[in-house]
């Protein structure tokens, strides 16, 4: 509205009305909500109106989290059909969806405490409010992002609810999809660090019939930098992996981690690797697997960061060949191909 009309004084009281609430740790008063809405007497409110904080007005109302779910799925709802958009971002660029399962992620922090699951009942409602808003953009992205979020921080109660939302937005094969691909970061993690057991090909084949993308990530890890970084797999075993993960998605080879490394650059480091998983042996099955996996699965433009490895401990290669080594595959004045760095 203009300058001081009775949208922006409206917009300015539930500003002032929220901030009060949720510094008080006092749940939000819908009826009170809607009564300082009224005194925009029909016209629009502000909604983008931020706080001194840089937080938008649908932003804080779900910071307030001691509001019951049914009555912040009640507010946001209003808001919502009065002309709030969902898209609005706060100082640090983040939508409301977003900003919601990054508190989650934070609510976990407090070890499981009684007051972090109600906080992420609350969140569920809120990320359910907003699926079913037509005015918030859900696509694969979005559903890769909550079906994340879902597996790694709400109760499994909250999930079917989700789900039908999603189902109601994208349809049935994408949700599917994303869902098969959390379950197979979930099955590989579960084998590096809690089992401490070897992979089967079979459910990797298995995952990827129904649709898992080896693509996906948890934590900017891969499918494939899970399998990579498990030191309880045989030679035979992992080559079987590798071939049905690249074969799926060659281009997963070539992704970079959170550190800007590739699944080859861990491969290399499987010594240490075995050090951190108390092995008193290092598994060189990863290295000797991936390498010629991606040699057979990549197209020779796709860099996965496959080179020589460096042979002697000051890092340089042997100008006279080992003892009893192989004879080398090429001789001088043969043409070949090679990538360099």
């Excluded at 925009?40 to 109302?61: C, F, R, T, Y």
């Excluded at 989650?104 to 969140?123: F, L, N, T, V, Y």
């Amino acid at each position: 509205g203009p300058c001081g009309g009775p949208g922006e004084e409206a917009a300015q009281a539930l500003v002032a009305y929220l901030t009060e609430q949720s510094d008080a740790v006092e749940p939000i008063d819908v009826d009170e909500f809607k009564r300082i809405a009224a005194m925009a007497n029909g016209a629009p409110i502000d909604w983008s109106m931020k706080s001194e904080e840089g937080l938008p007005l649908l932003h804080l109302v779900v910071w307030n989290e001691c509001t019951p779910p049914d009555e912040l799925t009640e507010v946001m709802e209003f808001m919502l059909a009065q002309g709030a958009s969902p898209t609005v971002v706060d100082e640090d660029g983040d939508t409301l969806l977003k900003a919601t399962m990054a508190l989650s992620e934070e609510a976990d922090r407090e070890e499981g405490s009684a007051e972090a699951e109600a906080c992420k009942q609350m969140h569920a409602a809120a990320v359910r409010v907003l699926i079913r808003c037509p005015e918030q953009p859900i696509g694969e992205e979005e559903v890769n992002s909550i079906c994340g979020w879902l597996r790694r921080h709400i109760a499994q109660s909250e999930h079917a609810a989700i789900f039908e939302a999603l189902k109601a937005r994208v349809g049935q094969a994408m949700v599917d999809k994303a869902w098969c691909s959390e379950e197979l970061l979930a099955y590989l993690e579960r084998l590096v660090y809690e089992v401490k057991g070897c992979i089967d090909p079979e459910q990797i084949q298995e995952f990827i019939r129904r649709g898992a993308d080896v693509r996906a990530k948890q934590h900017r890890a891969t499918a494939l930098l899970l399998a990579v970084l498990n030191p309880y797999c045989s030679l035979e075993v992992m080559r079987r992996v590798f071939q049905l993960m690249l074969t799926a998605s060659p281009e997963v080879a070539t992704m970079q981690d959170g550190f800007k490394l590739m699944p080859v650059d861990w491969a290399s480091d499987y010594a240490n690797i075995a050090k951190q998983h108390g092995l008193a042996v290092p598994n060189p099955s990863v290295l000797l697997a991936l390498m010629p996996e991606i040699v057979a699965c990549l197209p020779p433009e796709m860099d996965a960061g496959e080179c020589c490895f460096k042979t002697l401990e000051d890092g340089s290669c042997p100008a006279v060949p080992p003892k009893d080594a192989p004879a080398t595959r090429f001789l001088e004045g043969q043409r070949v191909v090679c990538r360099v760095e």
